[in-house]
C-alpha cells in the first residue's frame, strides 16, 4: 500500500448550481492527522460523508476520482462497483458523524448494535467507556437506544463507532453535542488512543476551534471558497458584543415543585425514575438565562415539561397567571382548547434541527403549514400567513441566510443552514417564551455572533422569556446573562445522582 | 444515470410478470399452446387468470388494511400495542394452517355447489386467507418507518408547533420515505400471496387431487400434477410451462422488493 491512504483529485460536490468545494489535490500521508476548519454549509460534512461513501445521490452531483486504501472508490465522480467498497470496508473505515446517537438501529438493543456495528470490540468499548466516560456497558446493554438517556446513549455510541476496526478515522463535528465535561474526556481519548503517530489517518471536521486546538493536530486545513487551504495554526475565535436587554423584573415563567418522571423497561417490567425533582425558579422577561449541567441531568426534560410535550409532571408551571399542568396533564397526541393559546406563545429550537421542517416539503410550504397550525392554536391572527413569511425572510436576513432557501427542500441544506433555519423560524413565531436547546452547537463562532445577535436584537423589542441550555463556555461568556447550574435547582433522585457523579 | 437504471428495473421487472398478463389473452391457439392437450390447455390459462385475480385483489385488500392499521398502530399506542399482539398471533401460526382454516367453514358449500360459485367462493376465502397472513409484516413494514419518522424524528417539533398527532401523521405518511416504504410493501403482499398461493395450490393437488375441495386452480396445482413429469418419462413441457412463469414473475417482484433509495453511485 502507499503511503497515502486517501487520495482526491479534482474532486467536486455540488447541489444544483451551488458548489461545494473542488478539490484539485488532496492526500494526507499515513498516519498523520488532518483537522479540516470552516464556517458551517461550507462542505465539510458532505466531504467527509463522501469519503465514507454514504452521500446520497440525490442532491449532490459529484465529479473527479477518489482512492482509498489505494482502491478506486470514485471515478469520474460515481462510485466505484460493490467489490471495491468492500475491499475498502474490509480494510476498515471508522466514520463519526456528527448525530452520531442517531446512528444506532433502534430495533436492537445496545448489545446488539455493539455486535453489528463493531463486532469482536466488545472489550475495547467497555474499557473505553470505563476509563474516559465512567460506564458500564454492561449496565446498559439489555436496553434499546430510546430507553437510555440523550448523554448516556451519546456516550455509548461514540464508543462502539470509534472501536471500529479501522486505520481511517473521520470525525464529523464529533463534539457537537458533548457537554463541556465530556468534551474534555473525549479529547483525552483522542490524542491518547488516536492522535500523534499511532498509525491511524485522522480527518476531523470541525468548526469547533477551541477543540481542535485542543487536538493533538499535525495539519489544519480550512475549506474555503470552495478549495481547501493548508494554514499555519488555528485561528483565533472571534469575540462578540451583544446588544443589551432592559430587566424590568417583570415575572415570566415560574416552576414551582416541578418534578419529571418517566419509566425505563427492566427485566421485571417499567420501571420509574425521575430527571429531576422538585425543581423551583421563575425566569423573568428580558433576561437571557443560561441553563448548564451534565448531559442526561434533565435540562432538555424540563423545556418539554414547560411546552407540555411529555408525560409525568408534576408540580406547576405558571405562565401569565395561569398553570399550565393543569391545563394539560397529559399528552395525547393534540392540545386542549384551553391550552391552545399558550402553544402559540411559546415555541422551541431544539438540539437537533434537521427535523424541523416536513421532509418532502420546500421550507417555504412547510413554514406555511406551520404558521397555519400555530394561528389555529392560538385561535387568532389566522391571517398573518403573508405578515409572517415576511417576518421569516426579515429573520432570514438577520441570521444571514439567503431568501432563496425558502424554495429549497430540507435535505439540501447544512446542518448549520437548517439550524439557523430553525432560529429565524422560532424569532418569526414572535414567542413570548422562547426555548433554546444547545441552539448554537452546529454553527461555527463567526455565525454564532450574527445569530447571538439576531436573538438578542429580539429580545431587546420584545419583553420576552429566553432560556438557553448550553455547555458551550463562548455562549456563557458573550450571550447568557444568568448562568445556572441545573443540578443546584433541584434535588435530584439518588439514581441521577448516581449518574450525574459519573 | 440513476434514472435510466429504474426504469430499466422497471420494464424488466414488467417483463417479467408479463405471464400474468399473458393468461388474458386469445394465445391457446398459438406457440407451444396449440401442441398442448385442450385440458392442460384450459387449467394453465385458468390457473394464471386466477392467480392474477389473487394478485390483485390481496394486493388491493391488503395494502388498504396494511395502511390503515400501520398508521393506528402509531396514532395510537393502546391500539398499536392490541394491533401487535393480534398480529404477532397470527404470524405463529403458519401460512397454510391459516389458509386451510380459513376453509374450514365453507368447505361444506364448497363441497355441495356448482364448479363457478364454489370457485367464486374458495377465491374469496383464499384472497382473505392470504390478507390475514401478510398483514403481520405487512403492518411492520409501514408501521416502523412511520414510528420512527414520527417518534425519533418530527414529532416534538412539530408537537411544539401546535399541530395534532393525526395530522403530523398524515405529512409523513404522504413523505417519499412511507412512499418507498409502502412500494415495498405491496412487492412484500404480492410475493407472499404468490408463494402462499402456489404451496397452497401444490399441498391441495396432493391431498384431494383434481376432485377435492378447496376449489383452488393454481400454477402451484399444476406443477403438483405434472411433478413426475421430469423423471418418470412423462412431457417436462408440462412441469415447465407453469414453473418458468412462476420464477419470472417471483424474479420481478424480488426486483420491485429490493428497489431502495439510491445512494451515490
Known amino acids: 500500500m502507499s503511503n497515502f491512504p486517501i487520495v482526491l483529485k479534482g474532486f467536486s460536490a455540488a447541489i444544483g448550481d451551488r458548489k461545494l468545494f473542488d478539490i484539485d489535490d488532496f492526500a494526507p500521508e499515513q498516519g498523520s492527522s488532518t483537522a479540516i476548519v470552516g464556517r458551517t454549509g461550507v462542505g465539510k460534512s458532505v466531504l467527509l460523508r463522501a469519503l465514507a461513501g454514504l452521500l446520497p445521490a440525490d442532491p449532490f452531483i459529484l465529479k473527479g476520482s477518489m482512492r482509498l486504501y489505494d482502491i478506486d472508490a470514485y471515478k469520474n465522480g460515481r462510485k466505484t462497483s460493490l467489490r471495491s467498497w468492500r475491499s475498502v470496508m474490509a480494510k476498515g473505515l471508522v466514520f463519526v458523524p456528527a448525530e452520531s446517537s442517531q446512528s444506532l438501529t433502534p430495533a436492537l438493543t445496545l448489545e446488539q448494535n455493539l455486535r453489528l456495528l463493531a463486532p469482536d470490540s466488545r472489550e475495547l468499548v467497555e474499557r473505553r467507556l470505563r476509563e474516559y466516560f465512567r460506564i458500564e456497558f454492561a449496565d446498559f446493554s439489555r436496553f434499546y437506544p430510546d430507553e437510555v438517556s440523550g448523554g448516556e446513549l451519546q456516550r455509548i455510541t461514540l464508543m462502539i463507532l470509534l472501536s471500529r476496526k479501522g486505520d481511517i478515522v473521520y470525525l464529523d463535528e464529533p463534539t457537537v453535542s458533548l457537554d463541556r465535561e465530556l468534551r474534555v474526556r473525549f479529547i483525552e481519548l483522542l490524542n491518547s488512543e488516536f492522535l500523534g503517530g499511532k498509525g491511524k489517518t485522522v480527518l476531523a471536521a470541525s468548526h469547533d476551534l477551541d477543540f481542535v486546538r485542543a487536538l493533538k493536530m499535525d495539519n489544519i486545513v480550512a475549506l474555503e471558497d470552495g478549495s481547501l487551504k493548508k494554514m499555519g495554526g488555528v485561528p483565533e475565535s472571534a469575540a462578540f458584543a451583544k446588544r443589551e436587554t432592559e430587566d424590568k423584573g417583570e415575572p415570566g415563567i415560574a416552576l414551582r415543585s416541578l418534578t419529571q418522571r418517566y419509566t425505563v423497561r427492566g427485566i421485571f417490567g417499567e420501571k420509574e425514575f425521575r430527571a429531576f425533582e422538585n425543581l423551583n425558579i421563575a425566569f423573568h422577561r428580558s433576561r437571557i438565562y443560561g441553563i448548564t449541567g451534565p448531559s442526561g441531568c434533565g435540562k432538555t426534560s424540563m423545556t418539554r415539561a414547560i411546552l407540555r410535550l411529555i408525560d409525568g409532571t408534576s408540580g406547576r408551571i405558571e405562565l401569565d397567571g395561569s398553570e399550565l399542568i393543569s391545563l394539560k396533564s397529559d399528552e395525547r397526541g393534540g392540545d386542549p382548547k384551553a391550552f391552545r393559546p399558550f402553544r402559540r406563545k411559546m415555541t422551541i429550537v431544539q438540539q437537533d434541527s434537521r427535523y424541523a421542517f416536513f421532509p418532502d416539503l420546500r421550507i417555504r410550504d412547510s413554514f406555511r403549514q406551520i404558521e397555519a397550525a400555530r394561528a389555529l392554536s392560538g385561535g387568532r391572527d389566522r391571517r398573518r400567513g403573508r405578515r409572517g413569511n415576511d417576518s421569516l425572510e426579515a429573520y432570514m436576513k438577520k441570521v444571514e441566510l439567503s431568501p432563496s432557501l425558502l424554495e429549497a427542500y430540507p435535505r439540501s441544506l447544512s446542518s448549520g443552514e437548517m439550524k439557523r433555519m430553525d432560529i429565524a423560524r422560532a424569532l418569526a413565531a414572535k414567542p413570548e417564551v422562547l426555548l433554546l436547546d444547545e441552539p448554537f452547537a452546529h454553527i461555527d463562532f463567526a455565525t454564532r455572533s450574527i445569530v447571538m445577535r439576531a436573538i438578542s436584537d429580539y429580545m431587546a423589542e420584545n419583553d420576552s422569556i429566553l432560556i438557553v441550555v448550553t455547555h458551550e463556555d463562548f455562549d456563557l461568556k458573550y450571550f447568557v446573562e444568568t448562568g445556572i447550574d441545573f443540578l443546584s435547582l433541584s434535588g435530584p433522585s439518588a439514581s441521577l445522582k448516581e449518574r450525574v457523579r459519573s | ?265
Do not use: N
Open chain 2, 1 to 265: 444515470m440513476k434514472k435510466l437504471s429504474r426504469i430499466s428495473a422497471l420494464a424488466l421487472a414488467l417483463a417479467l410478470a408479463s405471464p400474468l398478463v399473458a393468461a388474458w389473452l386469445p394465445l391457446g391457439g398459438t406457440g407451444l399452446f396449440a401442441q398442448l392437450a385442450p385440458d392442460y390447455r384450459a387449467a394453465w390459462f385458468a390457473s394464471f387468470r386466477q392467480l392474477s385475480i389473487t394478485l390483485a385483489a390481496t394486493l388491493a385488500f391488503a395494502s388498504a388494511i396494511t395502511i390503515g392499521l400501520g398508521y393506528l398502530s402509531i396514532y395510537s399506542r393502546a391500539g398499536g400495542k392490541a394491533i401487535a399482539g393480534l398480529l404477532e398471533a397470527v404470524e405463529s401460526v403458519p401460512s397454510i394452517l391459516i389458509a386451510l382454516f380459513c376453509y374450514a367453514p365453507v368447505s361444506g358449500y364448497l363441497a355441495r355447489h356448482a364448479a363457478a360459485s364454489s370457485s367464486m367462493v374458495s377465491l374469496m376465502v383464499f384472497i382473505f386467507a392470504a390478507t390475514l397472513t401478510t398483514l403481520p409484516e405487512a403492518v411492520r413494514g409501514i408501521s416502523i418507518p412511520l414510528g420512527e419518522l414520527y417518534y425519533r424524528k418530527y414529532s416534538l417539533s412539530f408537537r411544539s408547533y401546535g399541530f395534532r398527532k393525526g395530522r403530523i401523521l398524515d405529512i409523513l405518511m404522504r413523505s417519499r420515505e412511507m412512499r418507498d416504504a409502502l412500494k415495498r410493501t405491496c412487492s412484500l403482499i404480492l410475493l407472499k400471496t404468490l408463494v402462499l398461493d402456489c404451496s397452497f395450490g401444490f399441498i391441495i393437488q396432493l391431498g384431494f387431487g383434481s376432485y377435492g375441495t378447496p376449489a383452488h386452480a393454481s400454477p402451484g396445482a399444476l406443477i403438483a400434477a405434472h411433478r413426475d413429469a421430469l423423471f418418470q418419462g412423462g412431457q417436462p413441457l408440462l412441469f415447465w410451462l407453469p414453473a418458468i412463469p412462476l420464477a419470472t414473475i417471483s424474479l420481478a417482484l424480488l426486483i420491485m422488493l429490493g428497489d431502495k433509495k439510491g445512494y451515490a453511485e
